[in-house]
Nanobody
Framework: QVQLEESGGGLVQSGGSLRLSCTTSGRAFSSYTMAWFRQAPGKEREFVAAFMWSGTTPYYADSVKGRFTATRDNSKNTVYLRMNSLKPEDTAVYYC????????????????????WGQGTQVTVSS
């Protein structure tokens, strides 16, 4: 397992933007599938975006496609989540997750597949 640390959350008005960062402490960052999940109050944790370890193409949940952009910088052991056109329903704690050599079928990724998690960062979107 690796240690993950998220940052960049905060309070923003509807339509605004935020960028989250997630930095890992482990080695061989490029061998990790990295993902973003979020959990709203009273709801289950849900998938937001992910990079399979073997590629650079991000995959997104339908609810954030076209608004969120995930990027990965292997030289900095960091993944980012740029969130534009934020809506009140995006309000949640956002978590970064990592798992080595994890492969997945698009649309089936679940939190149980990841053993390493960050502490989460709160994103609040006001209407």
């Amino acid at each position: 397992q690796v240690q993950l640390e998220e940052s960049g959350g905060g309070l923003v008005q509807s339509g605004g933007s935020l960028r989250l960062s997630c930095t890992t402490s482990g080695r061989a960052f490029s061998s990790y599938t990295m993902a973003w999940f979020r959990q709203a109050p009273g709801k289950e944790r849900e998938f937001v975006a992910a990079f399979m370890w073997s590629g650079t193409t991000p995959y997104y949940a339908d609810s954030v496609k076209g608004r969120f952009t995930a990027t990965r910088d292997n030289s900095k052991n960091t993944v980012y989540l740029r969130m534009n056109s934020l809506k009140p329903e995006d309000t949640a704690v956002y978590y970064c997750a990592a798992e080595p050599y994890l492969t997945f079928i698009i649309g089936t990724l679940r939190e149980a597949a990841f053993r390493s998690w960050g502490q989460g960062t709160q994103v609040t979107v006001s209407s």
